[in-house]
């Protein structure tokens, strides 16, 4: 069992960046591919950024390209998601999820399905 904690979400102005972290319980961290997701209020769950478990490979959504970047601490077992040049549009509650599936790696590691822990969530709000 994992147990995953968001923090560093909050209140921000367009243009301006936050960086969300996630806490992951247990000694087996590194064998875990992370992800971030989001939800606007009233819209699907969308991915957001992924991290293979070998921290060489990171994927991202189209809609954060070159502003958001992923990235994990397995020392720390800490995943962060390094967000830049926010926009209103980025406005979600933030959920980080792990994958211990032998389905969460590449590509795949966009889907919901292959994650089987998930943190409870943190606001972004970006106010224009």
């Known amino acids: 069992q994992v147990q995953l904690v968001e923090s560093g979400g909050g209140l921000v102005q367009a243009g301006g960046s936050l960086r969300l972290s996630c806490a992951a319980s247990?000694?087996?961290?590194?064998?875990?591919?992370m992800g971030w997701f989001r939800q606007a209020p009233g819209r699907e769950r969308e991915f957001v950024a992924a991290?293979?478990?070998?921290?060489?490979?990171?994927y991202y959504a189209d809609s954060v390209k070159g502003r958001f970047t992923i990235s994990r601490d397995n020392a720390k077992n800490t995943v962060y998601l390094q967000m830049n040049s926010l926009k209103p549009e980025d406005t979600a509650v933030y959920y980080c999820?792990?994958?211990?599936?032998?389905?969460?790696?590449?590509?795949?590691?966009?889907?919901?399905?292959?994650?089987?822990?998930w943190g409870q969530g943190t606001q972004v709000t970006v106010s224009s």
């Open positions: 991290i293979s478990r070998s921290d060489i490979s990171t």
């Open positions: 999820a792990a994958s211990k599936s032998v389905l969460g790696v590449g590509v795949s590691l966009q889907r919901g399905y292959v994650y089987d822990y």
């Open positions: 247990g000694r087996t961290f590194s064998s875990y591919a």
